[in-house]
């Protein structure tokens, strides 16, 4: 079962607004990835986690805050985002980090910030 | 630099037909895989096809075939039969290096004509 699940599918906030989106893998894979992708363009990777430890923050602003609060959960705190924030937020595991192993997707967050 | 370059933003396909979507990459690394994933409109992002570097073998899956030139750091994906449910957006990636990071192309829209 290749499955990542993300919740919610939508989300709408204000730019003081604090929310959370989830993700979650029942794979067994050690590696979860948080991407941003907007509208007709591929990906751009935020933040990598192996073995439940931060391995790469792609100098992502500290408006966004990775968890990994164990090896099937990723969560991603927003707080205090700008509109051009809005964007589809993907998650993403493979069975290890750094390895040749495909990245699983799931399906994506839609967020838009007012 | 890795880069991996898409050359056709958009193309399409009657339905029952063969079209080819081509890829060309850039990497000094001798050991990296190629991939192809497909993202329908407002839909999750999924693996097609995958292909080893030191494989010479092209990889197939089903109605899905890429031509793997590795000389001429070529990777295209051929779909054969076109159903409609293939419509989407294809994008082309690699990993390579010590971090093992996924480099997209730009993407190809594909539409599908009953």
């Known amino acids: 079962d290749t499955e990542v699940t993300q919740t919610p599918k939508h989300l709408v906030m204000g730019m003081t607004n604090k929310k959370s989106l989830k993700c979650e893998q029942h794979m067994g894979h050690r590696a979860m990835y948080w991407y941003k992708q907007k509208a007709k363009k591929p990906p751009e990777l935020m933040f990598v986690y192996s073995y439940e430890k931060l391995s790469i923050n792609e100098s992502v602003p500290s408006r966004f805050s990775p968890e990994c609060p164990n090896s099937s959960l990723l969560n991603l705190h927003l707080h205090a985002l700008q509109p051009e924030d809005s964007a589809l937020y993907l998650c993403a595991s493979s069975q290890f980090w750094p390895g040749p192993e495909t990245q699983y997707f799931g399906p994506g967050t839609r967020l838009l910030v007012l | 630099a890795q880069t991996v370059t898409q050359s056709q933003p958009e193309m399409s396909v009657q339905e029952a037909e063969t079209v080819t979507l081509s890829c060309t990459y850039d990497t000094s690394e001798s050991d990296y895989y190629l991939f192809w994933y497909k993202q329908p409109p407002s839909r999750q992002m999924i693996l097609v096809i995958r292909?080893?570097?030191?494989k010479q073998q092209n990889a197939t899956e089903n109605r899905f075939s890429v031509n793997f030139q590795k000389a001429a750091k070529s990777f295209s994906l051929k779909i054969s039969d076109s159903q409609l449910g293939d419509a989407a957006m294809y994008f082309c990636?690699?990993?390579?290096?010590?971090?093992?990071?996924?480099?997209w192309g730009l993407g190809t829209s594909l539409a599908v004509n009953p």
């Open positions: 990636a690699h990993n390579a290096g010590n971090n093992r990071k996924l480099i």
């Open positions: 292909q080893e570097a030191y």
